[in-house]
Nanobody, 116 residues
């Protein structure tokens, strides 16, 4: 079982940057596909970025060119570098670890607020 734990959220001005981290305990992330999702107030949770166990990545159109997902399998950590942040990026960001049912796990989330 994997227990993801997000950190790095906070308040940032438009145009600023944040780096989110997801440190996982309990099991190696080596064979897990890792994703960052977000949920804005009153909205459904949506995929932001995903990095497969192979290292291939995909991004939501709204964040392409601004966000970068990466993983450090040695330290069991996944990162989301967020640049050129916009107010519409405001949401709770969740880390997801998935290697097929029933092996899917979620973190508790970290708040990101983009506001001047």
């Amino acid at each position: 079982q994997v227990q993801p734990a997000e950190s790095g959220g906070g308040l940032v001005q438009p145009g600023g940057s944040l780096r989110l981290s997801c440190a996982a305990s309990g099991s190696s992330l080596l064979f897990y596909h890792m994703g960052w999702y977000r949920q804005a107030s009153g909205q459904q949770r949506e995929l932001v970025a995903r990095i497969r166990s192979s290292g291939s990545t995909n991004y939501a159109d709204s964040v392409k060119g601004r966000f970068t997902i990466s993983r450090d399998n040695v330290n069991n950590t996944v990162f989301l570098q967020m640049n050129s942040l916009k107010p519409e990026d405001t949401a709770v960001y969740y880390c997801n670890a998935d290697r097929g049912w029933p092996y899917e796990f979620w973190g508790q989330g970290t708040q990101v607020t983009v506001s001047s």
